[in-house]
């Protein structure tokens, strides 16, 4: 993004410089480089301001604004559900698991509510079963030793069972550490933080 910027306020925004001008040639033609041109004209490019992962965060950009001179595109940063929390109406009335029932509605059949409240799941849930996720994949190419094992007695090879056991701790570790973030960044931090092992 561009911004043409004079008296200290923003004029105009475009994604490239010549719908600044509506791709018409302004006055300056024959200016050497586009840097020459873009201060000449001043133009200046609109810079980021804060703007989160979104993998934690809602993300929406907001209005572009001179910072220090220079023109930012703003950007509210909401943090996603932490920890799971029941699912409300609009008017605060929990909600529950629904099936077809076939003699609701007068014989005509309607989905009724059950007795299983509706859960939002937090990002520690959903961090969670992505870091089992994981593990469970490691652990799949070896799982046939461990049912060769059970079934035959036939022994899992050291290096193997030392690989597995470090995924099943890596997998612990992070659980606790998921279920023991304080806030949305906590938990950003642990995922970015994962030290699988290797398998030899």
Do not use: H
Not at 91 to 111: E, F, I, R
Not at 121 to 143: F, P, R, Y
Request: include cysteine; charge should be negative.
């Amino acid at each position: 993004m561009f911004a043409i910027v004079e008296d200290g306020a923003i004029v105009r925004t475009a994604s490239t410089v010549q719908k600044l001008f509506n791709y018409s040639v302004p006055d300056g033609a024959g200016i050497a480089t586009m840097s020459d041109f873009m201060t000449q004209k001043n133009v200046k490019d609109v810079v980021n301001g804060e703007r989160k992962n979104e993998e934690y965060y809602f993300v929406t950009a907001g209005d572009i604004t001179l910072v220090d001179g220079v023109p930012t595109q703003a950007y509210t940063n909401t943090a996603k559900l932490l920890a799971d929390e029941d699912a409300k109406d609009a008017d605060g009335n929990q909600l529950y698991v629904q099936v077809y029932d076939a003699s609701a509605n007068d014989g005509k059949g309607a989905m009724v509510d059950t007795s299983e409240k509706m859960v939002n799941k937090g990002l520690k849930t959903s961090m969670t079963e992505q870091v089992k996720n994981v593990a469970n994949s490691l652990l799949a190419n070896t799982d046939w030793m461990v049912i060769r094992k059970a079934e035959r007695d036939v022994a899992i090879p050291s290096a193997t069972a030392t690989y597995r056991a470090a995924v099943l701790t890596e997998c612990t570790r992070l659980e606790t550490a998921i279920t023991n973030a304080a806030d949305v960044d906590a938990v950003a931090a642990v995922m970015n933080a994962q030290n699988w092992p290797r398998e030899s």
